[in-house]
């Protein structure tokens, strides 16, 4: 038995603009417990990736569709970094490199809902929108694996 569901395209939306501000949250406490100035940077960008998302969504919500079709909907290929990294909760004396394994793994989050969003509406309408908002999330998780990569594993 499958727990897959498809959503009306309202309430796939709204299920969306909540993930987004969860996350939102998620990196704005950080961002207030945090004493580094770098990691404080790194999340904030990440909070505004995720406001820009909202901002998104709930324009969709308002005209009744998301974007024009012409975006590209194919998550891009990661580095899995999530699976390695350990995840946990940022202190206040966390650095960059902890600030960054902590966006990668919110990241990671919103990556495996919209894969199961989009995976529940396999060949309804719906299924575009998630698979659209997966593929946006698989560039901001490549993004900063690629800024992870440049920082913290230095080849020998």
Do not use: W
Request: glycine residues 6%.
């Amino acid at each position: 038995m499958s727990d897959q569901v498809c959503y009306t395209f309202e309430a796939a939306i709204e299920m969306a603009i909540q993930m987004e501000e969860e996350g939102f949250r998620n990196y704005l406490n950080s961002i207030r417990i945090l004493k580094n100035k770098g990691a404080k940077e790194i999340l904030r960008d990440s909070a505004l990736d995720e406001l820009n998302h909202k901002q998104e969504l709930e324009k969709a919500l308002l005209l009744g569709q998301m974007g024009n079709g012409d975006e590209m909907i194919r998550p891009v290929p990661t580095m899995n970094l999530g699976y390695i990294l350990p995840k946990k909760e940022l202190n206040p004396d966390s650095d960059g490199r902890e600030a960054l394994a902590y966006a990668i793994h919110l990241e990671k989050g919103a990556i495996d809902f919209y894969k199961k969003m989009s995976e529940g509406c396999a060949g309804a309408p719906n299924a575009a929108l998630f698979q659209r908002l997966l593929a946006d999330e698989s560039r901001h998780l490549q993004s900063l694996e690629d800024l992870y990569e440049q920082h913290f594993m230095t080849e020998n």
